[in-house]
Structures are given as C-alpha cells and as structure tokens.
C-alpha cells in the first residue's frame, strides 16, 4: 500500500514540476514581443473605459472573438488598461489549458502516457506561442479540453447527475462557441461520433439523445446570433464574412503535412509528429473501430477539422488557417502520448519516445526564441513599436504619427492611435503625437511609423504630409520608420 501510495505521489510531483516548469517557459520574458496590429484590436477593443455597448459594436465589426475580448476588458478593469497587462490574460489560460489537459488524460489513460503527453504539450511552441499572444484561441483550447472532458465524463443512473452534467456542457459549448466560431468543428464531430456510435453499437440511452439534441439547438441558437450580428458587420455576404479576404487556398504542399511543421516548430519535427501518429492510428485500427471509444472521437475530430473547411474552401472561398484549428493539439497529443506507450516492440516504444522528446528540446534550445532567450539575446518576431519610440525620443525631433491604413471597415487608425499612445503612458518620454485631425499648422519635421505586419506594399507619405520628403529612415521588425521634412 505505501509503495502504491508513493507511485502515486511521485507520478503528481513529476506532474506538478511539468506544469510548473511549462508555465516558467511562458511567463519569462512574457513581453519581449510588442503587439502585432492584429493583437492591437483586441486590445482596442478591450478598452475598460467604454460601455458595454461599445465594446461590442467594436467587436462585432472587428472578429468573432466575442467571449475573450468581453473578458479581457474586465481583466483591464481590474489590473489595469496597459500595453505590459494584457498578455498576462492569454498566460492564464495557458496555464489552465495544461492542467485541463492533464486532467483529461488522467481519466483516459496511465500515468506513464498522462506524463509523456503533458509534458509533449508543455513544451509545444504553438501553444507556447499562442499562450501569450492576445488572440482567442488559448482560450478556446482551455475550452475544447473542458468540453471532451465532459462529453467523456461517465454518465451514471442518477439523473440529477446526469441533468448537471448536461447543462455543464452546454453551458461550455456556447462559451467555446462564442470564443470561435471554429470550434463548431468540435461539436460537429462529437455529434457525427454519437451517431455513428449508435449506428454501430445500436445501442442509446435517453442521455445520449437529451445530449445530442441539446447540442443541436444550442449550437443553431449560436449560428443564429452569430448571423445576426459578426456576419452583418463585417460583410453583407455571409460567404465572404466567413471567408476573410486575406486568406488563400492551400498550397499542394500543405498535404505532405498538414500544418504539423507549424504546430512543431519545423518541417522535420512535424514530419516526425505526422508519421508516428499515422503509424498509430494504422497500428491499433482495430482498437479504435472495435472499442469505438474517446481515441475514435479523436480521430473523428482530426479529420473533420481539415476535411469541412478544405471541402468549403474548394466549393466556395478558402476558410481554413492553421490557428483557426488550434484544437486539433489535443487530439493529436492524446493519441500520440496513449497509444506510442502500447507499442510492443520496446525499442521502437522508447525510439519514438526518445525521439518525440529530445529532438523538440533540441529544437527549442537552439532555434526558437522561447529556449534561446535563457541564453542569448532574443530578436522581436512582431512590429518593434518599443525601439521605434526609442528612436525617436533619442532624435533631435520629438514629433511622430503613424501611416494611415484606410483599407479596412474596422478603423485600423484608432485601433494604432490607442495602442501607441498606451505605450507612451508606460514610458518615460518627452515625445508628442500628431493626429491626423489635429487642425494646427503642420510641424517642419515629424517621424511616422509605418507598420508592415499586415501593410501590403511600400511607403507612401501620407496625403496630410505630400508636400514632404523623406529624410531619414529606420528599418525595425515588420516596422519603418520614416523621418519626414518640409
């Protein structure tokens, strides 16, 4: 008994230190990166000094990121509404995502695979990345995990329980829902593997159908809103509001791996990942069809989360981006970390272990920014707005602005407006902003900032300044600076 008891002891502090260590990884250097004009509207639209109303004016007419940006903006009411707060927000969902997703796997395998998936997870750069960034989809995966857990949960004779636990799932459905639209493909394939159940086993219970039906209407109830308000905003033509104009069909090389080299961190690392969990699914295919359990949902779920936006993107305009399926980590983590572990051949058991393991690490330690940063300086992947404000404020002109971008329904210009003007409050400078409605006589020189992270094509002076030229420039992460004089 004490022998069982300490097993189990050292399987939670070995759990414990996985979770800890993976929350270090994100924590450290938490705002190296300034934000990229995508994260500067959810910042915008956050603004805790506006109604409610407001803000959902502003989300509506910006994203479908309706539940984390409602949130976000009570997360700055209550910490406060600064440039070095808000990606503490995504943080803590990162935080809580690995150890739902550990909970998760404690009640679908041994601890031998709930300590090699979390740890695979922990150390993951998608999620690493996406843990601080101020988007959605760290949420909706803390979600997704929630609603498996749930839709997994042993359901018992007792029908109080089994109403609790029906309310709880949908409950999280419409929250996971509305945090993305994407996420619909979760629901769907949870519904189809039902069905399919059923047809298979030609067995259900009365909670099966209270189940799936409760989820049919919960989810048109969110399709309904959803039309009525994101759509309507953001384009009268649903196909092209689904659609963003921005996004391109697949290329022929996306099918040799499927975003695994995104979701990895290499072409190499996600080649690895794709040919083991293949060889999984292959290797134990008996087990899935046969057992018809959770692994055959997430199956189910893997393919149906490339299959329905590729179909739709091929029929009528592309849909399908890699973070927009996020989700599909959870998935492809849990078969990977289940079955590797019940392969019987020891050597090739512990080589794919070995390998899944250490070559991630080694990727970590010497290519990505979130292992070399413990070592060595660390370059900005995102608009560098802290050394373009340094520059200035160390320049003989004290003056800037920024380049309009008119191209968009949401105003990009107020969403740049606020962020560099929050900047400023954080930073000790004697600098001025020239806005562009400002009516007084236009200064001799000014500097503008040109951000190029969703900027197509090169510099032109802006049409208040034509009578200027460019005297000086700087060149900074997917950001220019441009000096400009009479």
């Known amino acids: 008994m004490k022998k069982i008891i300490s097993k189990k002891n050292k399987s939670f502090i070995f759990l414990l230190i996985i979770i800890i260590l993976g929350s270090l ?32 004016i502003r989300i509506f007419s910006s ?29 803590f969902f990162s935080v809580l995502s690995l150890i739902s997703f550990g909970l ?26 996406y843990s601080i960034e101020l988007r959605s989809y760290i949420f909706s995966f803390f979600l997704v995990t929630l609603f498996i857990y749930f839709a997994f949960r042993n359901t018992t004779v007792n029908q109080k329980t089994n109403i609790l636990n029906l309310f709880i799932l949908n409950l999280i459905t419409i929250l996971m829902l509305f945090c993305h639209p994407f996420t619909l493909l979760v629901v769907g394939s949870f519904v189809i593997f039902e069905l399919s159940k059923f047809y298979k086993k030609e067995i259900i219970s009365s909670y099966n159908i209270f189940l799936i039906t409760s989820l049919v209407f919960t989810t ?27 996004l391109w069909q697949v290329k022929p090389k996306f099918y040799t791996n499927f975003y695994f080299s995104k979701y990895f961190g290499s072409r190499m690392l996600g080649l690895v990942h794709l040919g083991i969990l293949l060889y999984c699914i ?10 018809f359990n959770i692994y055959t949902f997430f199956v189910f779920l893997i393919f149906f989360s490339y299959f329905i936006p590729l179909a739709y993107g091929y029929i009528f305009k592309p849909m399908l981006l890699d973070r927009y399926i996020f989700f599909i980590l ?62 200035i404020n160390n320049s003989n002109t004290k003056l800037f602005t920024f380049s ?83």
Request: with cysteine; charged share 20%; aromatic share 20%.
């Open 25 to 56: 990884i994100r924590v450290y250097n938490i705002n190296y990166d300034d934000l990229s004009s995508d994260e500067m509207v959810s910042f915008w639209v956050s603004d805790p000094s506006i109604s409610f109303k407001e803000t959902l």
């Open 63 to 91: 994203n479908w990121m309706i539940l984390y940006e409602i949130c976000l903006k009570y997360f700055h009411y209550l910490f406060g509404y600064e440039v070095y707060v808000s990606r503490y927000f995504s943080f």
């Open 104 to 129: 998760l796997l404690l009640k679908i395998t041994k601890i031998e695979s709930v300590i090699l998936g979390l740890f695979i997870l922990s150390i993951n750069i998608y999620h690493i990345r």
């Open 220 to 246: 048109m109830f969110f399709l309904f809103i959803y039309f009525q308000t994101t759509l309507k905003f953001i384009d009268q033509d649903i196909l092209n509001g689904i659609s963003p104009d921005w």
């Open 282 to 291: 292959i290797k134990f295919k008996k087990n899935l069809l046969e057992d």
């Open 330 to 391: 959870i998935p492809i983590i849990c078969l990977l970390s289940h079955f590797v572990l019940f392969i019987k051949t020891k050597f090739l058991r512990y080589f794919f272990v070995a390998l899944i393991c250490l070559i991630t690490f080694l990727n970590h330690l010497f290519y990505e920014n979130t292992g070399r940063q413990f070592y060595t300086s660390i370059n900005p992947t995102k608009p560098d707005t802290h050394n373009a404000l340094r520059i």
């Open 404 to 486: 309009r971008d008119d191209r968009y329904a949401i105003n990009t210009n107020k969403v740049y407006e606020n962020y560099l003007l929050k900047y400023l409050n954080t930073l000790n400078y004697e600098l001025k902003y020239f806005g562009y409605g400002e009516v007084k006589t236009k200064p001799n020189k000014i500097w503008v900032i040109y951000f190029r992270d969703i900027a197509k094509g090169e510099f032109q002076i802006p049409k208040k300044f034509l009578e200027y030229r460019v005297v000086e420039e700087q060149h900074l992460n997917n950001l220019n600076l441009y000096l400009l004089t009479k």
